[in-house]
């Protein structure tokens, strides 16, 4: 079911206003392309779809969850056709197979949650549904430049974006006074960060933590480390992952744990979840992103933390990833019409309701950059990111951001593999490197899905 041969394109720099990309970390990325899915009453008029999600309704009850479940439930009060929540834990569905397996058997969700970085698993599997016809010329000129293009094939749209996340490395001010050092010495760069991290590592702390789970969210963090040093995974349709630039971004990731300055398993839902790891004190420097404020906010409000960009190699220049996730629609489904007009009222509503349930989301309940002109402009009127972390994610990290690549699974698999062999096995980054472009390389050269980029 792969889609009409498309070459593939190159990567390219944008600033935050091309293009909100996200983090789907699904381990199972080997598995084959999707089966013909759709859930047991397939038809195109059955008046329940099902929502899968890792938001709500979640067991603690929180903001995001009650955000989703009061969504749906202003749906519900005015449709006949009901939307369904079914939550899955964050690390079942961002590390898990629960979401493929279920499509491979036949019974995927009608709605459900997908980053960038997946989308070609599922465009190329054929079960994404076109939300073209419920989405208004009006909401889609509301979105930022290149945000519907990464969700889009052919000019049709897929899914739609809910968010826009820049990463950043956050740190405990507490942590860094305690060490006797100060603001001078927040680091800038990765000779500076193995360093100040040294010097940070107690016997109940380390100094400084990346993700260390494979997934695509592994990837997701990974990547700026490549991009600073002008590299890319893919160039011209072919690999260019065989590159100084990757192999140093490997090497300094690896040299993290080598130095025992970065613990090999984070704790709480991994790399991302700054609460269980820099709040609780078990690490002292940690990347992250944009949604670890809101989180902090939320569950350590009072600790005292700042963020700074990712710190580059000598000679490097400033990159991070831009993080996003969508809604999208089962066109196997059992009602794929009434998903994509579920999908374009929740997230593409013009009205004043919309607008102010996006604002809710993207600032409030959970802290985003907006990806919707209205919707900034709301936020804007409201102070959200006029100062403190939120004004430096705007000012100083978002404008250096690009977009996280949609790749096949052939693709972000051999990089997922380099990534932990050097990372957790001390593996030799060079051929780490050409391993993985090998295998890429072999992928391409018969690849038929829609256009990586």
Do not use: H
Request: charged share 20%.
């Amino acid at each position: 079911m792969a889609a009409t041969p498309s070459p593939v394109r190159q990567l390219s720099r944008r600033s935050v206003l091309r293009g909100g990309l996200g983090a789907f970390a699904a381990s199972a990325a080997g598995l084959p392309l999707l089966s013909a899915c759709g859930g047991d009453d397939s038809g195109g008029n059955a008046k329940e779809m099902s929502f899968w999600n890792f938001y709500g309704p979640s067991d603690d009850q929180g903001p995001q969850s009650k955000w989703f479940v009061d969504t749906v439930a202003e749906w519900n009060k005015n449709n006949d056709v009901k939307v369904k929540l079914r939550y899955i834990p964050g690390k079942d569905y961002l590390n898990g197979t629960t979401l493929q397996t279920a499509f491979q058997s036949g019974q995927g969700p009608d709605i459900f949650l997908i980053s960038p970085g997946d989308f070609l698993r599922y465009y190329n599997g054929g079960v994404l549904q076109d939300l073209g016809t419920a989405l208004p010329d009006e909401a889609r000129k509301d979105y930022l430049p290149g945000l519907l293009e990464a969700r889009s094939v052919d000019g049709k749209v897929y899914g739609l974006p809910m968010e826009i996340e820049p990463l950043a490395m956050y740190y405990s001010e507490t942590a860094f006074e305690k060490a006797g050092l100060s603001e001078a010495d927040l680091p800038k760069t990765w000779d500076q960060t193995l360093a100040i991290a040294q010097k940070l590592t107690g016997k109940d702390r380390y100094g400084v933590m990346f993700e260390t789970t494979p997934g695509y969210y592994q990837n997701f963090t990974w990547y700026p480390f490549m991009w600073q040093g002008d590299g890319n995974a893919i160039k011209d349709g072919k690999s260019a992952f065989d590159s100084p630039a990757a192999v140093q971004a490997l090497k300094f990731w690896g040299d993290t744990v080598k130095n025992k300055v970065a613990p090999r398993k984070a704790l709480g839902d991994g790399g991302g979840d700054v609460v269980s790891n820099l709040g609780s004190g078990a690490a002292a420097m940690q990347q992250s992103g944009i949604w670890a404020v809101a989180d902090m906010r939320t569950k350590a409000k009072n600790f005292k933390y700042g963020i700074i960009p990712l710190p580059t190699p000598d000679g490097g220049s400033a990159a991070t990833d831009l993080g996003g996730w969508a809604f999208v629609a089962n066109s196997k489904g059992k009602n794929p019409e009434a998903a994509a007009k579920f999908i374009a009222w929740a997230l593409g509503s013009t009205d004043a309701a919309g607008i102010e349930r996006q604002r809710q989301w993207n600032t409030v309940v959970k802290t985003n950059l907006p990806p919707r002109k209205s919707v900034q402009q709301a936020a804007d009127a409201k102070g959200a990111f006029a100062d403190g972390a939120l004004k430096k994610f705007v000012s100083q990290i978002a404008p250096t951001g690009k977009p996280e690549p949609r790749f096949p699974p052939e693709v972000y698999q051999p990089i997922a593999d380099a990534i932990q062999a050097c990372q957790l096995n001390a593996a030799d980054p060079a051929k780490a490197a050409a391993d993985a472009a090998e295998k890429i390389d072999t992928f391409l050269n018969t690849y038929q899905g829609a256009p990586i980029s």
